[in-house]
């Protein structure tokens, strides 16, 4: 079955620190990559999204992506990560549909 | 403003006591659908629709109804909701035809006791 892979739970970085949060989706066909953000109390913002193209996709609030087809993967990064996002981040796919098949999410903590 | 309306935000209930959940989509959207988010578990979609009068089942259907008489609205239906549908629930809508990005409701937040 498609499935999304977010293998960290809950991620604790000090602000300013670099981030990486992985992502891994079942083999198959290139899908639709996604990255979301649900801030506490919030529905779900769309960070970044890769369809076709350049495999480094920036998104908003100084995220990036790079999608690596060997590795199945779509790993979302930040350089320097800011108190502010502190939030819980879902990775999703979908395949040639609308539906999209989400991770179980990597909460993110950081301290000052 | 583009967006995706649910309502009620929060909603605290009994045992199988019938419910309806609104979501509303102003894009003219053809692509909506229901997910519920659980801890540990990421969200799950429980109903899509790909136009009015199509709706079909998605990974978590049971206890659920929909239904898609309007383009723009996707209610959300517990004819008789059970703790175990104790959730966080979103609305989403998309242009549909391959284009895959989502927005997404700001969520309701049902308790069932």
């Known amino acids: 079955a498609q499935s999304v892979t977010q293998p960290d739970i809950h991620i604790t970085v000090s602000e300013g620190a670099s981030l990486e949060l992985r992502c891994n989706y079942s083999?198959?066909?290139?899908?639709?990559l996604f990255w979301y953000v649900q801030s506490p109390g919030q529905g779900l913002q769309l960070l970044l999204k890769?369809?076709?193209?350049?495999?480094l996709v920036q998104g908003i609030k100084g995220f990036e992506a790079e999608f690596k087809r060997s590795q199945s993967s779509f790993n979302l990064r930040k350089p320097s990560v800011h108190w502010s996002d502190a939030a819980e981040y879902f990775c999703?796919?979908?395949?040639?549909?609308?539906?999209?098949?989400f991770g179980t999410g990597t909460r993110l903590q950081v301290f000052p | 403003e583009a967006q995706v309306t649910q309502n009620p935000r929060y909603l605290i209930t009994v045992t199988g006591k019938k419910l309806t959940v609104t979501c509303s989509q102003n894009m003219n959207h053809e692509y909506m659908s229901w997910y519920r988010q659980d801890p540990g578990l990421g969200l799950r979609q429980i109903y899509y629709s790909m136009n009015v009068e199509v709706t079909d089942k998605g990974d978590v259907p049971e206890g659920y109804k929909v239904s898609r008489k309007e383009k723009r609205n996707f209610p959300l239906i517990l004819e008789s909701p059970s703790p175990n549908q104790t959730s966080l629930y979103f609305c989403a809508s998309t242009r549909g035809q391959g284009s895959n990005e989502q927005f997404f409701g700001p969520g309701t937040r049902l308790t069932v006791l």
């Open positions: 890769y369809f076709s193209g350049d495999t």
């Open positions: 083999y198959g066909a290139t899908p639709y």
């Open positions: 999703a796919v979908a395949y040639n549909t609308d539906k999209l098949i």
